[in-house]
């Protein structure tokens, strides 16, 4: 009590020093209005907080449940921007590219964070790796699993990366799946 004692003081003294007199009622309405105007932020705000929970438990549920989850996350944050942002900042983080990609879909056509969303989608979608051994690797790991259009398109996007590395992996021309 000897803390909002303090406070109460403080704030007399400046009211009556700036010559300003308020009545005992007014003190609660400021706050009231403040809270009103304050609610629909806070209320983003706690919403973008539930749909990260939900993200987060994605890899302690069984697999029936982590699409529900990811639905649920998207859902929480569907008019907010900055949310979806955070859902996909959340989904790279937990390894979950489709849905990155599908909250920096929604956030394209908000139009808003531009910058930080081009960022994301280069590192989701040209991440050819951190050196030209471990983009050997993935593009290794990816023809042997039969992906060749990926296998075919990390490779350019090695080469461009690393052009003076000669010793790339040969690889099938890809099949079209039509």
Do not use: C
Request: proline share 6%.
């Amino acid at each position: 009590m000897g803390r909002f004692n303090i406070i109460k003081e403080l704030v007399e003294t400046f009211l009556t020093i700036t010559g300003i007199h308020l009545q005992a009622w007014m003190g609660p309405v400021f706050f009231l209005a403040l809270g009103a105007l304050l609610f629909p932020t806070i209320r983003r705000s706690h919403r973008t907080g539930k749909a990260r929970k939900r993200l987060r438990l994605i890899p302690y549920r069984r697999l029936e449940d982590r699409q529900r989850l990811e639905d649920e996350a998207l859902d929480l944050v569907h008019n907010n921007p900055s949310g979806q942002l955070a859902v996909a900042q959340e989904a790279m983080r937990l390894g979950r590219k489709a849905l990155a990609l599908e909250a920096l879909a929604a956030l394209e056509a908000s139009g808003r964070h531009a910058d930080q969303r081009l960022r994301m989608q280069r590192e989701l979608e040209e991440s050819p790796g951190h050196s030209a051994l471990e983009a050997r690797a993935a593009i290794e790991r990816l023809a042997e699993a039969e992906l060749l259009v990926e296998a075919h398109r990390r490779l350019s996007l090695a080469k461009r990366r690393w052009p003076s590395v000669t010793d790339w992996p040969e690889l099938p021309p890809p099949v079209d799946e039509k």
